[in-house]
């Protein structure tokens, strides 16, 4: 049988390249060089801004576009905008609506700016610790939406948080995606931009074919990345659902799940 060819990782990064305290591995940066001695690029996307990946692209000198926003936004390694996708004005109305009917805390992501109506509501410190930037704080996101690339539905109550999953998939179809890119974070974007279709920028814009594609990850938004890739790694953290629909299962990211896939996969590609 011969060996499997694999020309460009990506990597999701909460809950997979780095660790819950937010931790980029000295083995897990190993890893990422090793693959990229042996001719291996590698690329990130996320639902976190660009602008909050970017504490990570010297230590892996990303060299690739880099897809915030579950490709909502795509960009260079010095923040420039090769491609926006912001939400039509009528879905974002309609999401930012959803969202508060269900009970939900609502931020809104628009070009790099991150507004919130309280900079004391859940996971606001959190998520402020985690990209490094602070947010802007308004008495109302309504006159936010028009220029909204992601709005994010925030709650600890995780029931109710798949709960407005279901409905915000239910309500928009095919107009927009909705996917919890954390258990406590609803993420509603562009239709266009999900992870799926950053296999398919990548592949395009770098002239890979999606089989020689390897993609890592742990929440139900990784798995259009799983479905467009040849190859795919579900983390050791990933629910039961998740790991179904990925090629392999790894380690989870407090026990160097990334890195233990990576090194797998470069062994069986030179054996």
């Given at each position: ?14 809950g ?13 940066r ?23 990946m ?38 974002a ?27 004391k509501?859940?996971h ?25 690339v992601?709005i994010?539905?925030?709650?600890d ?17 095919d ?19 999900n ?37 795919s ?23 160097e ?15």
């Amino acid at each position: 049988m011969a060996a499997r060819k694999i020309s460009l990782l990506l990597a999701d990064v909460d809950g997979t390249l780095v660790t819950k305290e937010k931790i980029l591995t000295e083995r897990a940066r190993a890893a990422v060089l090793a693959a990229r001695n042996r001719g291996i690029h590698f690329a990130i996307t996320s639902g976190r801004p660009p602008k909050g990946m970017a504490m990570l692209f010297d230590p892996l000198d990303i060299d690739t576009a880099i897809a915030g926003f579950n490709g909502g936004m795509i960009v260079k390694r010095d923040l420039s905008i090769v491609l926006a996708r912001p939400l039509p004005k009528q879905v974002a109305q309609q999401a930012l609506e959803l969202i508060l009917k269900h009970g939900l805390d609502a931020w809104v992501y628009a070009g790099n700016d991150w507004f919130v109506r309280d900079r004391k509501a859940p996971h606001v410190d959190r998520e402020a610790w985690t990209v490094k930037f602070e947010p802007v704080v308004t008495e109302s996101l309504d006159d936010k939406i028009e220029e909204a690339v992601k709005i994010v539905g925030i709650s600890d109550d995780l029931d109710r948080v798949k709960q407005a999953e279901a409905a915000a998939q239910q309500a928009f179809g095919d107009h927009a995606t909705a996917a919890r890119s954390q258990p406590y974070y609803l993420d509603v974007t562009h239709q266009d931009a999900n992870k799926g279709a950053v296999v398919e920028y990548l592949s395009q814009a770098m002239n890979i074919p999606r089989d020689e594609i390897a993609t890592f990850g742990d929440q139900p938004n990784d798995v259009l990345m799983f479905r467009r890739s040849g190859y795919s790694v579900a983390m050791g953290n990933a629910s039961d659902d998740v790991k179904r629909k990925a090629t392999a299962v790894t380690d989870d990211s407090e026990n160097e799940g990334f890195a233990k896939a990576v090194e797998k996969l470069l062994e069986e590609m030179a054996a």
